[in-house]
T-cell receptor, first 112, second 115 residues
């Protein structure tokens, strides 16, 4: 069964303090690994898709990396506006419908 | 439209009442998904449409839940005889292609509270 586990559940950082969020997954053939950002009361906002081990993608202060078992979302010199819940999801080959299996999310708070 | 649109944004239903939640996907998007998100949890898959065909309904929690997309665009998620455990955010998402390796865009969600 496809499964995603994110850690930590919550993370508090000072502005400028870099850190990483972890997403561990098991999937019967990885079609893609997705990162989303979710603000309170809003829907998930797409950040990145990674397709194969070794791939990296960057957007502003965020950088996502992928191995065969996990993905990391690195946040460099975060700002208070980076505070949100970050969701990781996998899309596998089983079922062939493109559905995403999500982790429970990491809630990030960045203090000024 | 510019994004996935959902209505109503907020719905309070009395236990036993039927509710209908609407989703307008991004124009031209073939794939449409419904997810359920409980407080503090990640979204959980409910059902998937490719155009008007419902290809996967494996995540629907009971036969009280029903979804349709009759013309391959707008979709409605219906919950009959609502119960307190149905309280959650219902997210609709769409994708240009078949959803396989395509970016999947989410709406803002419909917040359902059953009292």
């Amino acid at each position: 069964e496809d499964q995603v586990t994110q850690s930590p559940e919550a993370l508090r950082l000072q502005e400028g303090e870099s850190s990483s969020l972890n997403c561990s997954y098991t999937v019967s053939g990885l079609r893609g690994l997705f990162w989303y950002r979710q603000d309170p009361g809003k829907g998930p906002e797409f950040l990145f898709t990674l397709y194969s081990a070794g791939e990296e993608k960057e957007k502003e202060r965020l950088k996502a990396t992928l191995t065969k078992k996990e993905s990391f979302l690195h946040i460099t010199a975060p700002k208070p506006e980076d505070s949100a819940t970050y969701l990781c999801a996998v899309q596998g080959y089983s079922g062939n419908t493109g559905k995403l299996i999500f982790g429970q999310g990491t809630t990030l708070q960045v203090k000024p | 439209g510019a994004g996935v649109s959902q209505s109503p944004r907020y719905k309070v239903a009395k236990r036993g009442q039927d509710v209908a939640l609407r989703c307008d996907p991004i124009s031209g998007h073939v794939s449409l998904f419904w997810y359920q998100q409980a407080l503090g949890q990640g979204p959980e898959f409910l059902t998937y449409f490719q155009n008007e065909a419902q290809l996967d309904k494996s995540g629907l929690p009971s036969d009280r839940f029903f979804a349709e997309r009759p013309e391959g665009s707008v979709s409605t998620l219906k919950i009959q005889r609502t119960q307190q455990e149905d309280s959650a955010v219902y997210l609709c998402a769409s994708s240009y292609g078949t959803g396989l390796s395509n970016t999947i865009y989410f709406g803002e969600g419909s917040w359902l509270t059953v009292v």
